[in-house]
């Protein structure tokens, strides 16, 4: 149980698009999403928290208007990368958080198989 | 300082013997912490969880906490070459995972 998914696995577009990533938790509720992003060689960082029907809470130093979540459901998360630029390129991850199976902690983030976005 | 600290390895360990990971944490009120596992390009797998002082085991996979040291190690032991692969200390707190910045361990065989 507890299986998070992400579409597309790997992207790559052109400087000045934007693209959008998916996170779906597949068989349970996640009442909290959370995006990180995963520079080469180093650890996951933060980028926001979005409950469902709320609005996202960003990391100090992530852009707003440059990273749009939306969390309008219980199973799906989208981050949307404005105007992406090679800096932006990375790992991109998303985790859920919800009613926990059976042997988990309540506090356990179930983490998706990552985006990997390559701005040319 | 950084909230959780690492030492990024590499960290070489023969197969059979224990592998040993060390963490510590600057922030005294920490409560949980989590280790997680991740091979190259993929996303993080939870090993385990502790938020008690003491030893806690899970089949091969042992976590310590010491809250007094502001400290967290895995041991691993019988080490596979399997068990090749980036070891994250990850404290839970306001809500959050903060991740170290793991520790690279390569099972020779």
């Known amino acids: 149980g507890a299986v998070v998914s992400q579409h597309p696995s790997w992207v790559i577009c052109k400087s000045g698009t934007s693209v959008k990533i998916e996170c779906r938790s597949l068989?349970?509720?996640?009442?909290?999403m959370f995006w990180y992003r995963q520079f080469p060689k180093q650890s996951l960082m933060l980028m926001a928290t979005s409950n469902e029907g709320s609005k996202a809470t960003y990391e100090q130093g992530v852009e707003k208007d440059k990273f749009l979540i939306n969390h309008a459901s219980l199973t799906l998360s989208t981050l949307t990368v404005t105007s992406a630029h090679p800096e932006d390129s990375s790992f991109y991850i998303c985790?859920?958080?919800?009613?926990?199976?059976?042997?988990?902690?309540?506090?356990?983030?179930?983490f998706g198989p990552g985006t990997r976005l390559t701005v040319l | 300082q950084k909230e959780v600290e690492q030492n990024s390895g590499p960290l070489s360990v023969p197969e059979g013997a224990i592998a040993s990971l060390n963490c510590t944490y600057s922030?005294?009120?920490?409560?949980?912490f989590f280790w997680y596992r991740q091979y190259s390009g993929k996303s993080p797998e939870l090993i385990m969880f502790?938020?008690?002082?003491g030893d806690k085991e899970d089949g091969r996979f042992t976590a310590q906490l010491n809250k007094a040291s502001q400290y967290v190690s895995l041991l691993i032991r019988d080490s596979q070459p399997s068990d090749s692969a980036t070891y994250l200390c990850?404290?839970?707190?306001?809500?959050?995972?903060?991740f170290g910045t793991g520790t690279r361990l390569t099972i020779i065989p």
């Open positions: 985790s859920a958080r919800g009613n926990p199976p059976p042997g988990h902690s309540y506090n356990e983030q179930f």
């Open positions: 068989d349970f509720q996640a009442t909290t």
């Open positions: 990850v404290r839970f707190g306001n809500e959050k995972l903060t």
């Open positions: 922030d005294r009120g920490s409560q949980s």
């Open positions: 502790i938020y008690s002082n």
